[in-house]
């Protein structure tokens, strides 16, 4: 039994291209659900499991992670940064926190957010000297992840993302225990792409007759596509309220649920109506007679009178003119090959765009940053960033 306090890496290096045009300006861990970043809610339970210190590995867009956890002092942990400059791989993001591990240690995407209990299994495990070992749980897609193959307790194999035929709902969870052993194992793994810690894994199951599991449970919220964020939003949404007005409404004029968070200094007009599964970020303005449901709306953006968003993301400093409409039925959505059914969406919008005056988004628009909008348009496809959209 190893007498070392587990350490924790995470891995906050990514882009996260599917998530554009949220990330042209942020890393995907940085992007607020329930008005905090996704990577918070993994550093507070890293440290409600009793994990003191973290290793994040940054990269794209560091400074946005950097700058908002600092040192870990506010979340009761101590964090080290390592950078991996060029994403060459989850098992090469791992190797370049060597030099911050000296014992053993979990390891958790910065995008995934998961129950404190499972973290704390992961590091007992690692602590009693049970090493690698791996969590796993069930989805009803599991395609899109890593597919597990194995048996009880042993984990043989994890294929990601199969193309052929999947006769298991079993995934890999993404929480992991290593000795510092392990970063040999992924040193000498050979690919012939991108140094996957899958890889490295699979390399080690076939050399040892398998790799350690546990089956995770609770919450398990994972972001891959835009509409993610809705799904996990509201997974992560407060039943509490807490609403403030400056321009003299009062909740009689309102029409609140109470599954919605909204930050500090938000302004909501009379006869507003904000339903359920709603994040509305600081310094927001909703105008007088519009509707926002399921919705994310990020800090500093203007939501015009009469606008109704509905399964809807805006990004920052926006601005969403008078008698808008964001919304539409669900439809069939095609990512990188994959065809996603029934997925409601009505739109998404980037930072530092202005949509005119009775536009319509509708059905999986998506409207990159710093686009400006004409009055009255109609968008039901991507807009690429800094475009002008005319009427006609």
């Known amino acids: 039994m190893s007498e070392q306090p587990v350490q924790a890496i995470i891995l906050a290096a990514g882009e996260g291209r599917r998530l554009t045009p949220l990330t042209n300006r942020r890393p995907k861990p940085m992007i607020p659900v329930a008005n905090k970043p996704l990577l918070e809610y993994i550093v507070e339970a890293v440290a409600t499991a009793g994990v003191e210190h973290l290793t994040l590995v940054v990269g794209y ?18 964090i080290t940064y390592v950078e991996q400059a060029t994403q060459l791989g989850t098992g090469h993001a791992v190797l370049q926190a060597e030099s911050a591990v000296d014992g053993p240690f979990v390891v958790l995407n910065g ?30 897609t ?43 194992t992924i040193r000498t793994t050979h690919t012939n792409g991108e140094l996957t810690l899958t890889a490295a894994l699979n390399e080690h199951a076939r050399e040892h007759g398998g790799i350690g599991r546990l ?15 809705l799904r996990v939003n509201a997974g992560l949404i407060e039943t509490e309220v807490t609403s403030h007005s400056e321009d003299g409404a009062t909740h009689e004029q309102e029409t609140v649920a109470d599954d919605i968070v909204v930050a ?10 904000i339903g359920g599964n709603t994040a509305v970020g ?22 015009g009178a009469g606008a109704v968003i509905r399964d809807a993301v805006i990004a920052s400093n926006v601005r969403i003119g008078p008698n808008v409409t964001v919304d539409g039925p669900a439809k ?22 202005t949509i005119g005056a009775g536009a319509t988004l509708t ?11 004409d009055p009255g348009v109609t968008i039901d496809s991507r807009i690429a960033a800094g475009t002008t959209v005319r009427r006609g």
């Open 61 to 78: 867009n560091q400074e946005r992670i950097r700058n908002h956890f600092a040192d870990g002092e506010e979340w009761g942990v101590t």
């Open 142 to 184: 599991p395609r899109e992840y890593g597919v597990i193959t194995g048996d009880g307790e042993t984990v043989r194999n994890i294929e990601e993302k199969p193309e052929g035929p999947v006769e298991t709902n079993q995934i890999n969870a993404g929480i992991y225990g290593f000795s510092p052993a392990f970063f040999e």
């Open 282 to 303: 600081r310094n927001v303005t909703i105008e007088a007679n519009a509707v926002v449901e399921n919705a994310i709306i990020f800090p500093d953006t203007v939501i």
């Open 111 to 140: 995008d995934r957010i998961v129950e404190p209990a499972s973290i704390e299994r992961v590091a007992a495990a690692v602590r009693d000297d049970t090493h690698p070992v791996v969590t796993t749980t069930t989805v009803e």
């Open 332 to 353: 069939t959505m095609v990512v990188e090959d994959t065809v996603h059914r029934d997925i409601e969406l009505g739109g998404v919008v980037g930072d530092n765009t």
């Open 215 to 229: 089956t995770y449970t609770g919450q398990w919220l994972d972001v891959s596509n835009l509409w993610d964020l």
């Open 363 to 373: 059905t999986g628009a998506v409207v990159g940053d710093d686009v400006d909008t």
């Open 264 to 273: 500090d200094s938000v302004r909501v007009g009379p006869n507003v109506t």
